[in-house]
């Protein structure tokens, strides 16, 4: 199990590393595009490779970015969904191109119209996606109205859909899957949505951890972050999470508001918990 956060860039790839390092992380999560543009800019091979030797030199690992908050991939609008097949694309390339190991994409939002179809949708854009380049890592959404995918029975249909795709794997965020119903606030909550993961052949598909304490009750369906142990999951959920054997082989990054300190309280606290 290896710590770590979602670092800022600062406007050239490499120096997300003097950030990891700065904060006290062992692997990192960034964007590489702006998140909340179509237009993704192209990256010269000397910053690539500037990327990748810092990184290797750094010991930071795993590397993982993050979709553009732009994809969709079971929007209702073809469009839609054909652009954000075509930039989520575009940023796997950028993760190959610096030697990074997947892309978070969420598993999405088909809006009013009936789930199966918005199913089949997210099932379509994800076959493209997983074609080639390094693996996509699917992550659930806090089961809002038109989600595909907020529980892991959901994501159990959805892997299923498009044939268990081993290039496929799963990124649980503890605040959306707490949305979304799952009782992460309770030890044995925890170990009985543990049991499911297993149970739906999820488990050796677990390979990150977005460690959000959540500033709603459970099965609110509201994605609002908080500092961990400070929220309603609170550090008994987070140390019966971070104690679940599918975790501890898992990379356990923090998305949770703030500047360096924070980041370095909240690792803190993580590596507290996991003992």
């Known amino acids: 199990m290896r710590f770590g956060a979602h670092v800022p860039t600062r406007g050239h790839l490499p120096r997300a590393i003097d950030v990891a390092l700065e904060r006290g992380c062992e692997a990192i999560q960034i964007w590489v595009s702006n998140p909340r543009a179509w237009a993704v800019s192209s990256v010269a091979p000397e910053t690539a490779a500037e990327f990748a030797a810092r990184r290797t030199e750094g010991g930071i690992g795993p590397v ?5 908050y732009m994809v969709n991939i079971a929007s209702p609008d073809d469009g839609f969904r054909r652009r954000s097949v075509e930039l989520a694309s575009r940023e796997l390339e950028i993760v190959e191109a610096i030697g990074g190991d997947g892309l978070v994409v969420h598993a999405g939002s088909g809006g009013p119209a009936d789930r199966a179809e918005a199913l089949d949708r997210a099932a379509a854009s994800l076959r493209a996606l997983a074609e080639v380049g390094p693996p996509v890592l699917l992550e659930l959404t ?76 459970r099965d609110s369906r509201r994605d609002r972050h908080t500092h961990v142990g400070e929220g309603f ?43």
């Open 64 to 68: 993982v970015a993050h979709a553009s």
């Open 142 to 217: 806090a089961g809002g109205r038109g989600a595909v995918a907020g529980t892991l029975a959901q994501a159990a249909e959805l892997l299923d859909a498009v044939g268990r795709n081993p290039r496929l794997a799963l990124c649980i965020d503890t605040c959306h899957l707490f949305a979304a119903g799952a009782p992460l606030d309770d030890p044995a909550g925890v170990r009985e949505t543990f049991d499911e993961l297993e149970r739906l052949g999820l488990s050796d598909r677990l390979r990150l951890v977005h460690a959000n304490d959540s500033k709603d009750p």
């Open 233 to 275: 999951i609170g550090e008994a959920g987070f140390a019966a999470i971070l104690a679940e054997p599918a975790v501890r082989r898992a990379a356990v990054l923090i998305e949770t508001p703030g500047e360096a300190e924070d980041v370095r309280r909240n690792l803190a606290t993580l590596r507290r918990l996991a003992g």
